[in-house]
């Protein structure tokens, strides 16, 4: 499989638990993008990676979230004490270079409960 | 002001028809423009780039103003499998920046 690969596809979790996600973008994409989407809206930019860097976080990324992407291989969105609020979908997105479109994985829903 | 502004809709159509989506975009240094797809529930994927020239794919035709700052997508010939939101994308600025995407403009092409 060439695409962009995210797990898992659903994720119901307790408020105040931590929840993890994991992306992995098409091999050859050195740029790897979080956004979240909820319902009726488009995706919202959270963090972005070149390589292993993070070079953009959006203020939408509170102090509970973190992303890494070590090696700038595969990448994690990591949500601590997660709150009802946090439910949606996390859309990670992978491009070669800034010039191009993304190529959206299939998302994780995370709902909170 | 939002940065990238959808009509919502929906725009019920039949099939055959043609039906055009616009959207404006605030940040005059945006570069890039791309129109996406989303199903219900599914991600967003590529439909097409935007050029300032304008340029067609098939059915689809894409233009953008950069005097006014708006974007137009014209479908021709409306198939059922064209019903989907169709999602207005720029870039904030040029450089190292990701894609600003509008909320969507939701189509339904009905037999």
Partial sequence: DTGVSQDPRHKITKRGQNVTFRCDPISEHNRLYWYRQTLGQGPEFLTYFQNEAQLEKSRLLSDRFSAERPKGSFSTLEIQRTEQGDSAMYLCASSPDRDYGYTFGSGTRLTVV | ?111
């Fill in chain 2, 1 to 111: 002001r939002k940065e990238v502004e959808q009509d919502p809709g929906p725009f019920n159509v039949p099939e055959g028809a043609t039906v055009a989506f616009n959207c404006t975009y605030s940040n005059s240094a945006s570069q890039s423009f791309f129109w996406y797809r989303q199903d219900c529930r599914k991600e967003p994927k590529l439909l097409m780039s935007v050029y300032s020239s304008g340029n067609e794919d098939g059915r689809f035709t894409a233009q953008l103003n950069r005097a006014s700052q708006y974007i137009s997508l014209l479908i021709r010939d409306s198939k059922l499998s064209d019903s989907a939101t169709y999602l207005c994308v720029v870039t904030r600025n040029s450089g190292n920046t990701p894609l600003v995407f509008g909320k969507g403009t939701r189509l339904s092409v009905i037999a």
